[in-house]
């Protein structure tokens, strides 16, 4: 209960934030009922936190004032949305006219480029380039374009010059090894939408032939036909992640994306699709998931579909309760195991010089990349102080690359193995 029996104000536990943050993005209109003004402050604070946390702050912060909700926070905490908001805004905007430019230098050598993700969903599904928070520039292109496509994204500045042979990188990873320049954002180039090791085939041929020609920041560009988005969406955050880390963003993506095209997809070659069980699981999982969270309407085709099929409702059911609240030892585990992003670029890069410049970018990053890591405002003077946090951070992650990979494999399977919903988790992503 949002309130006592008195009408006086109470905290809510942590699922009851998150219920509260899923309700103020939610369309409904029976605020009243609610009594949102009674909410407490260390309630509203912690509904923020998930919503920065979530990358979700902008669209929440569009959502309160939409439906006149703003009234019901307090301004000090409303005052933090519009400032990521604003600063969202700007930054997209500097996003796009950097994919301008790339797509225009690309373009003019003949190579065709698909916007995915983010790029495609701020401008078209959102409909407001503040709305979706996007960290990189996602680009598809064919396999065979992506040394023109490296060479000239070099020439235009980016680097790290020195790189693993494009046929090696492509063993092992769906996209190169990120492109980055200072002061722009990074760019990832993509020949695929799927890693090389998944169990199903994407007819990349046939994905390139339902891509759909339009304008992204008055560029002309190719985007998934709205089928093609969707099964990205939903494969990106299910089998490419394996539901770690998975962000109420991404169920926003998902749930947006239906809303937006509901009209114009497919579902009867959606629901053909979901009938090829090393598919199904990863599809039908993360439509459930998204309905559970935000109320989807699945339409009829794949609502049979998932009726009939409840092999994975245990899975549906830990992710609710883990991938959205997770506990805090699980995710210190997640990232105790997994490799640091320098690390792989360090890995990537042949020269001393690019490996010693990749390492002080590491140590030093920009403000910008600051602000954005720690949900500082643009103004905010503390970004000086979060310098010493960000060392700190490094510092530590590099004490656990020192703990030999088996130890630290033994630590965590000694942990997983005591938890059942690890179990149902293991069991699902390991068939």
Known sequence: MLVSKRGKDVNMNAKGCFGLLLYCLSNKTDWTESRLHRISMSDWDHVIQLAIRHDIAPLLYYRLKKFDRIADVPPTFIQRLQEIYFYNAARNMRLYSDFSE???????????????????????????????????????????????????????????????????QCLTQHHLVPF????????????????????????????????????IADVPVLL????????????HASFNHKFNSFALK?????????????????????????????????????????????????????????????????????????????????????????EPDVLSMLKSTTTFSGKVMTAFKSFFPSRGHLREKYSLSRDSK????????????????????????????????????????NAVMRKWSEL
């Open 102 to 168: 790339v797509c225009n230098v690309l373009t003019g050598q003949g190579i065709e480029v698909i916007a995915l993700k983010g790029l495609h969903l701020a401008e078209m599904v959102y409909g407001d380039v503040a709305l979706r928070q996007m960290r990189d520039m996602d680009l598809l292109v064919r396999r065979q374009d992506l040394p023109r496509a490296q060479d000239a994204l070099l020439e235009m500045g980016y680097g790290p010059e020195s790189r693993a042979r494009i046929e090696e």
């Open 180 to 215: 980055t320049k200072r002061g722009a954002p990074p760019i990832e180039i993509h020949w695929s939408i799927t890693p090389p090791n998944s169990p199903f085939k994407v007819d990349m041929d046939e994905l390139w032939g339902r891509a759909e020609q339009t304008k």
């Open 250 to 338: 991404n169920a926003c993506d998902i749930h947006e994306t239906m809303s937006y095209y509901q009209d114009d997809i497919d579902w009867e070659r959606i629901g053909s699709t979901a009938d090829d069980p090393e598919i199904a699981r990863y599809l039908l999982c993360t439509l459930q998931l998204v309905r559970g969270l935000l109320g989807t309407e699945m339409p009829l085709p794949i609502h049979n579909i998932m009726k009939n099929k409840d092999s994975d409702r245990e899975l549906v059911k830990n992710l609710f309760s883990r991938a959205l609240f997770p506990n805090l030892l699980q995710g210190f585990l997640a990232s105790f195991m997994r």
């Open 382 to 421: 503390k970004v000086y102080l979060f310098y010493l946090f960000h060392l700190l951070d490094v510092f530590i992650r590099g004490l656990l690359l020192l703990i030999p990979k088996r130890m630290k494999e033994r630590a965590a399977e000694s942990f997983f193995e005591g938890d059942a919903g």
């Open 224 to 235: 998934l036909s709205p089928e093609d988005l969707l099964m990205h969406l939903c494969l």
